[in-house]
């Protein structure tokens, strides 16, 4: 799972997002039962209208993960000065379902990007165990690490991201 990591650290998810870190469980995120996300791949914003489906590997119903999906470029990515924009926390997922099985903490807010090209990050932690992950203040100026240090969730074990822009008239034809 090595070669996972390369896109990230290409698309400067690892660094602005997340620390270097060995992938090691499964995580498969779709938008509208047929738009897979990978890594740079760019999604028109009527895609990610609705909350996709993500699926989380791992080998054990009783391990739980934390999802977090954030905007590391709001408000545009020239001057990101409200980085990380939140977008959506579901925790204690059981290993080897999807995130309908687990809690959602804070509600999926559609993405909406304004200005430029954004990227839109999925970061799975392994939790330690069923425990209580904290909602954060607000979805300005969160910060992905802070948060996973806040909340033991240690290093990551997946991540995927997208590229998503505002659609223009002319793109809609």
Request: aromatic letters at 8%; hydrophobic letters at 40%.
């Amino acid at each position: 799972m090595t070669r996972m990591i390369e896109p990230l650290i290409v698309g400067r998810v690892v660094g602005d997002v997340v620390d270097i870190f060995t992938p090691s469980v499964k995580m498969s995120v779709t938008y509208n039962s047929n738009k897979q996300v990978c890594n740079g791949y760019e999604l028109m914003p009527a895609v990610i209208a609705a909350k996709p489906r993500v699926d989380v590997g791992g080998d054990d119903m009783r391990d739980a993960y934390t999802l977090i999906m954030t905007d590391p470029d709001a408000p545009g990515p020239s001057d990101p000065y409200l980085r990380e924009h939140l977008h959506w926390i579901v925790t204690n997922i059981p290993g080897t379902t999807d995130v309908s099985f687990g809690k959602e903490i804070v509600s999926y807010e559609v993405p909406r990007p304004v200005i430029g090209i954004h990227r839109f990050v999925f970061i799975l932690f392994k939790q330690r165990g069923r425990q209580a992950v904290r909602a954060p203040d607000s979805r300005d100026h969160f910060n992905t690490r802070r948060f996973a240090e806040e909340n033991g969730l240690g290093l990551p074990v997946a991540a995927v991201y997208f590229n998503a822009q505002r659609e223009t008239a002319a793109r809609r034809r």
